[in-house]
């Protein structure tokens, strides 16, 4: 028998280690078998386990990782079965499972057998030539990628982007399931592309060119010529004698006695012993009163001619101003009797002396002085042929001083002149007032007779 001393201390001993190989096989109890059971709501499992949120079940930490083996595509025969993994002693890590066998001709490739723990799934076996009949798969992997979105449709013709293709995962590759491996979760759906943009709209074509003349949007006889934007279509084209017809197309005073615009033609009246015959028109510009009125076929105004059928033709004389008058016996008959008075520029038919312009034709026994071929005119009257017939060419206004020479508008004509009678005789553009001798002043200026008041105050 052991002293008692030694006794004592062999007991704790052994004590201490009953206490210990008692913990150690408490330790070594079962575990809680969580397989397959759901996920809790925020996807998390006990330690040891991980979600497979495909499934939202719980399965062995690792198990998820387990990649599939490649189909065998030889055609000889199997080898064998990998090796399983090997136990580590007491409480060491979970077991590996071992590499599949490799299939040399049409063998199918074996997943290694896991020993003990929770198993990790084995790698399927590669395959080595041979026409394919391959082994079994290993281990299926997780679902495909979701499809990407279709791209977005650049400008020009607006069209939707097309839609990425939803793609199920494809199942793991493989067929039967080793050992603690489980099968791919399907893929998610491809989300849909974006619509295009709409394209860019064309630029609209750029605006013609306003054409000349008058401004754009004026009424008729109206005219945009001061450029002033304020006054826009300011100016009476068909009155204006600085504008008449047109923009800056003035009217000349070439021979002119008073300027006059009237429907967009000039209309001057004319000094004594010119004519206004042309009248151009817009946009030609005005040559005034161009026609000298003191020559046979053109006498006094236009269209007078000093001419009588079968007759010599008179002259137009300053004995009888800007009037046909009579220069040899012969221009005053053309049968029997007629003799000229040179002095007067007057035919004397049997001793009746006969006005300007009359010639002597035969009146039954005699010779009497005749107009054109008509009777003969009043003592104060003078033939002409334009206009036809006896006027007074020292007081009618539209024969004044001549055969077809016009005063201006509101004249009078007296002793052959153009006179005004009232201040509105004077306003062709301005205001003016009418002198007693029957001349027009402008703003303090006298006019020369026949002249009236223009748009700057000046005599025309």
Do not use: W
């Given at each position: ?10 007991q ?70 990998g ?64 499809g ?93 004698v ?13 021979g ?6 009237e ?33 046979s ?93 006896c ?60 002249q009236?008041?223009?748009p ?5």
């Amino acid at each position: 028998m052991l002293p008692s001393a030694r006794r004592h201390t062999l007991q704790r001993v052994l004590g201490g280690m009953l206490l210990v190989a008692g913990a150690a096989a408490a330790c070594t109890a079962e575990r809680l078998d969580l397989e397959n059971r759901a996920c809790s709501s925020n996807g998390e499992c006990m330690d040891g386990y991980e979600c497979d949120e495909a499934r939202n079940v719980c399965v062995r930490e690792g198990t998820l990782d387990g990649s599939g083996g490649s189909e065998g595509d030889g055609a000889g025969s199997p080898s064998s079965a990998g090796t399983a993994g090997s136990d580590s002693a007491g409480g060491g890590a979970l077991p590996v499972g071992g590499s599949g066998g490799e299939v040399t001709a049409g063998g199918t490739a074996g997943g290694g057998v896991p020993a003990g723990g929770a198993p990790t799934a084995g790698a399927g076996g590669a395959s080595v030539g041979g026409s394919p009949s391959g082994g079994t798969a290993g281990v299926g992997t997780g679902g495909a990628v979701a499809g990407s979105g279709g791209e977005a449709a650049s400008g020009g013709a607006p069209g939707a982007g097309s839609g990425g293709t939803a793609g199920g995962g494809t199942a793991g590759a493989g067929g039967a399931e080793l050992a603690g491996g489980g099968a791919g979760g399907a893929g998610v759906a491809g989300s849909a592309g974006v619509a295009g943009g709409a394209g860019v709209a064309g630029s609209a074509g750029a605006a013609g060119d306003a054409g000349s003349g008058g401004a754009p949007g004026c009424p008729a006889g109206f005219g945009e010529c001061d450029g002033n934007p304020d006054t826009v279509c300011e100016t009476d084209l068909t009155t204006s004698v600085d504008h008449c017809g047109g923009c800056n197309r003035p009217c000349s005073d070439a021979g002119v006695a008073s300027l006059q615009c009237e429907q967009g033609v000039c209309t001057s009246t004319c000094g004594l012993g010119r004519a206004n015959c042309s009248q151009p028109s817009a946009p030609n510009a005005d040559d005034g009163c161009e026609a000298v009125a003191n020559q046979s076929a053109l006498c006094g105004g236009c269209g007078n001619t000093c001419s009588h059928s079968g007759y010599q033709p008179m002259a137009c004389s300053s004995v009888a101003p800007h009037v046909c008058a009579c220069t040899k016996d012969n221009e005053c008959r053309l049968t029997g009797q007629g003799d000229c008075t040179v002095s007067t520029g007057l035919c004397e038919c049997d001793g009746t002396e006969c006005r300007p312009g009359e010639i002597c034709v035969a009146g039954g026994s005699s010779v009497v002085c005749s107009c054109n071929g008509s009777g003969a005119c009043s003592a104060d009257e003078t033939c002409c042929q334009s206009p036809a017939g006896c006027v007074a060419v020292l007081t009618d206004p539209d024969n004044c001083g001549g055969c077809g020479r016009a005063c201006p508008p509101g004249f009078d004509c007296v002793d052959g002149d153009c006179m005004c009678d009232g201040d509105g005789d004077c306003n062709a553009g301005s205001a003016g007032s009418c002198d007693p001798s029957g001349v027009c002043v402008c703003d303090s200026t006298t006019c020369n007779v026949g002249q009236r008041c223009l748009p700057d105050d000046s005599c025309g």
